[in-house]
């Protein structure tokens, strides 16, 4: 395989296969990465690439669209079944461009939203001063509790009535509880607010029942394609029976018109060009996929292994954010341990364990350096470890931890990350 790109480009072509050798020769511990199946890496390398086709299915502005008409909507309608859905618009380049598109459908700029805070598991596109988010919009932001790590919805109410936002905006990237979508709901209509999820994180979860569905609460739901969902890098946004067809005032145009009609706009022409029709060809893919049977089975373990490897990381004296996970990550809060994130982060990946450094709620440390690392299960979960292997793999970080700077255990270490991944293959071409 890859022989014209070996010929053509063979720096390009060493990046490759020096990515395929790391991914096969370490354990992928960051919660937001996956592996996905040959069938999806062929979708997504394709001829596909060459094709425009701005605008939707019969409606384009490029002659030539009839393959990739069908492969939209097989993406389209394989969502819609996945998650129970009566809109999807599977043409978001990735999560970021999903939630500028969600809040543009709704938002005027200069109002308010009310989002998880960065630090405490939030994300950048839910109000980061860095973020396109922060600058165009008022940010309130909501966090976990410092005893419990979990959300106070009764001061999250409070919290509301207060600063009276446009839309609340429910979800995370670094959270390891289930959320409450009802209540966020009833939190949502006290104020009048439009309510958003973003279950990047949690959309494999979601689908198959495993984590509580946003889309019977939610105006608007947004995710990526490739974390637990184990699709190609990309995203998407949906709507509910109940909230497609919702009438809302458009903030682009000031008239009265559907929710959906508003999404649609505002990813094409509003916010992108021409869709990636070979990311979208991979998309349906995954989500056929993601429909088998087996499919819940492996969310099933993603949890299973989270559930065991955070028990192994408690056994060994770690804290752990809120105390333990529901879902696919687990926050390790590395105060006690008189280490920083950064060093763990680093002393890891020497070691041959990948994660990745992660704010912890009321973090001290600068967001380059932090308190705590983030791990996650999904992608060794694909590659068929279970939880006798996660227990391990807690006794070997907390090794490591324990000897920042020695290079003889970062190498013992190796070895034996190296017989892990021999007994269970990944990517072979
Ligand atoms: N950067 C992603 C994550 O790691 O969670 C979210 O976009």
């Known amino acids: 395989m890859f ?15 020096g990515e395929i050798d790391r991914l096969n020769s370490t354990l992928e511990l960051i919660a937001s990465e996956n592996f996905v199946s040959k069938a999806v890496l062929e979708a997504a390398g394709n001829v596909m690439t060459n094709k425009y086709a701005e605008g939707y299915p019969g409606k384009r502005y490029y002659g030539g669209c009839e393959q990739v008409d069908i492969a939209e909507d097989l993406a389209r309608n394989r969502a819609k079944e996945l998650f129970d859905a009566a809109y999807v618009n599977v043409q978001p380049h990735a ?6 598109a969600a809040f543009f459908s709704v938002l005027k700029v200069g109002d308010t939203i009310l989002g998880m805070d960065l630090a405490h598991g939030g994300h950048l596109t839910h109000g980061s001063p860095v973020n396109f988010s922060g600058k165009l919009y008022q940010i309130v932001s909501y966090g976990v509790e410092k005893d419990t790590g979990r959300i106070d919805y009764d001061k999250l109410a409070d919290l509301a009535k207060k600063v009276k936002p446009q839309l609340i905006l429910a979800g995370y990237s670094a959270h390891p509880r289930e959320l409450d979508f009802p209540k966020f709901r009833e939190i949502a209509d006290s104020v009048g607010a439009f309510l958003m999820a973003d279950i990047a994180h949690i959309a494999g979860l979601c689908a198959v029942g495993l984590h509580p569905s946003p889309i019977p609460y939610c105006d608007i739901v947004t995710t990526t394609t490739h974390k637990t969902l184990r699709g190609p890098r990309g995203g998407m946004i949906m709507a509910g029976e109940k909230f497609a067809d919702k009438k809302i005032i458009d903030p682009w145009s000031g008239k ?80 006690n341990k008189g280490v920083t994130g950064k060093d763990a982060e680093d002393a890891l990946e020497d070691s041959g ?44 970080i907390s090794r490591v931890i324990a000897n920042i700077g020695n290079e003889d255990v970062y190498s013992e270490t190796r070895s034996e990350v190296k017989k892990f991944c021999d007994e269970f293959p990944l990517y072979i071409f």
């Open 95 to 100: 999560g970021a461009q999903a939630n500028m």
């Open 3 to 17: 022989n014209n790109l070996k010929e053509t480009d063979p720096e390009i072509f060493g990046t490759v296969t």
């Open 256 to 335: 009265e018109r559907k929710l959906r009609g508003a999404i649609s706009s505002r990813v094409f022409p509003g916010t992108q060009g021409g869709p990636l029709m070979h990311i979208i060809a991979a998309k349906a893919v995954a989500f056929h996929e993601a429909l088998q049977d087996d499919y819940k089975v492996y969310c099933r373990q993603i949890i299973d292994n989270a559930a065991a490897l955070a028990g192994s990381l408690m056994d060994e004296g770690f804290n752990l954010v809120s105390g333990g996970t529901d879902n696919h990550l687990m926050l390790v809060d590395l105060t």
């Open 353 to 396: 364990i990948t994660v990745n450094k992660n704010m912890v709620p009321f973090d001290q440390n600068s967001p380059m350096v932090t308190s705590g690392i983030r791990i996650g299960t999904p992608a060794l979960t694909t590659r068929g470890m279970k939880e006798s292997e996660m227990k391990r793999i807690g006794q070997l």
